[in-house]
């Protein structure tokens, strides 16, 4: 005891620091020191491509249940806030980049779900919709904090992992391309301006690429200013509160479907990001804290949130920032922009949704390019897992859904099965 009281003046300042630098507050500042151009830019491009590629599937959703406008602006409140505090506060303590999105997938099958039931004259309530919102995210908690989830991804080899990784950016990349044949002068400007700063200015071409983008698009054709709803900004979006119904036609229809393309096509790729990126994040409390922030936000439109992939993979590349200890910044970055749309939600809607979708399209595969290119090669590195590897890139790209179960899930099981049978034939020989 004396030894421990003689010490505990020299162990307590040490124990204060260690708190001290795991302090939201205190990383924030370091955040303003940390961050420059590229990062913000990567952050917010993040933002353009994650939102305004699938917003329109989120308010789809929200429809189907019968939503009010009141209820669409709070569904936006309630996912603007959990993205942006989620992705804020746990890359600020770990002072790593971790990106959180809502579930594009998971919007989808709510949205076909809600729409077939109303059809059959058997409408879900948004009551209904709430519970399954929370019963979805439980179970997401549950997963996390039991380490189930972390423990199934340490089964998949590293070779696959990156092939996973690898198809399902490739889709956003190849859907830049095929963008020219809606604006082939805006696409091949891009592209020629990507070039040129690859060549000149590596950090900044994806960021001179999108200002050139946007000269391009103001000369030419002009933004849909009626999109931007600049007379619709009101203050402060309002949550809406909604009572959380159960029923088992609920979680049978709802709340499981959810959760299960909610961890095979979002989790699982988010988890792929981040080992192909080289970082080491305790995935399992991630896992938990995106649970827990769902049921919490539920009530308020918060359907599901959960580990990014496509947005990750923006921020965590050496474009964001030359210094891989300050990627975390590009991540914050994504996430403050993220707390702006919940707060002000129709006039930041309005804004992003203003700008051209060939432009949206077009610098999300430019900016992807570099972390596709590496996936891929270490993914086709090792001759033993090569043809396994190059499976689970097909299946992913292919996009298939089988049983309500989108392609990613697919892809490694596929994956996995070849890997099995390749090696058993190695071992025979």
Excluded at 100 to 115: F, I, M
Excluded at 400 to 423: D, K, R, Y
Aim: proline share 4%.
């Amino acid at each position: 005891m004396n030894c421990l009281t003689r010490h505990e003046p020299t162990l307590l300042p040490y124990a204060r620091q260690a708190v001290l630098d795991a302090s939201p507050t205190r990383n924030l500042m370091n955040y303003f020191k940390d961050v420059n151009l590229p990062a913000f830019s990567a952050g917010f491009v993040a933002v353009l491509v994650g939102f305004t590629s699938s917003v329109a599937i989120v308010f789809q959703a929200a429809l189907s249940f019968g939503a009010s406008s009141a209820q669409v602006s709070s569904w936006m409140w309630a996912l603007g806030l959990g993205m942006g505090l989620c992705t804020v506060v746990m890359s600020l303590i770990l002072r790593k980049p971790v990106m959180v999105a809502w579930s594009t997938p998971g919007a989808a099958v709510l949205a076909t779900t809600a729409a077939a039931a109303a059809a059959s004259g058997a409408p879900y309530s948004m009551g209904h919709a709430v519970g399954a919102f929370m019963i979805s995210g439980a179970l997401v908690a549950l997963f996390g904090a039991t380490g189930w989830f972390e423990k199934l991804m340490d089964r998949i080899p590293m070779a696959l992992a990156q092939a996973l990784l690898a198809g399902v950016l490739a889709k956003f990349a190849l859907n830049g391309f095929f963008a020219a044949g809606a604006d082939t002068g805006l696409v091949v400007t891009m592209l020629l301006a990507y070039l040129v700063g690859k060549r000149f200015w590596v950090r900044y071409a994806v960021p001179a690429t999108l200002v050139i983008a946007v000269f391009y698009v103001a000369a030419t054709q002009g933004f849909d200013v009626a999109k931007a709803g600049f007379g619709d900004i009101s203050g402060f979006t309002i949550p809406v509160w909604v009572s959380p119904q159960f029923s088992m036609a609920g979680v049978v229809s709802l709340a499981l479907p959810l959760f299960i393309v909610t961890m095979a096509s979002q989790n699982l790729p988010g988890v792929a990001a981040i080992r192909a990126s080289g970082y080491e994040l305790p995935l399992s409390k991630i896992i938990t804290t995106t649970g827990v922030a769902t049921v919490v936000l539920a009530p308020f439109g918060g359907f599901a949130l959960n580990l990014s992939a496509i947005t990750a993979a923006m921020v965590m590349n050496p474009e964001a920032h030359e210094d891989r200890n300050k990627r975390y910044t590009a991540a914050v970055s994504c996430g403050l922009i993220y707390i702006g749309i919940g707060l002000f939600g129709a006039a930041v809607t309005g804004v992003l949704q203003a700008f051209p979708k060939a432009l949206i399209a077009a610098i999300a595969g430019m900016a992807l390019l570099g972390t596709i290119g590496n996936a891929l090669a270490a993914a086709l590195k090792e001759e033993p897992t090569r043809e396994a590897a190059l499976i689970t890139f097909l299946v992913t790209l292919s996009g298939v859904v089988i049983a309500g179960i989108g392609s990613a899930f697919w892809a490694v099981v596929a994956g996995l099965v070849a890997l099995w049978v390749l090696t058993a034939r190695h071992q025979q020989k």
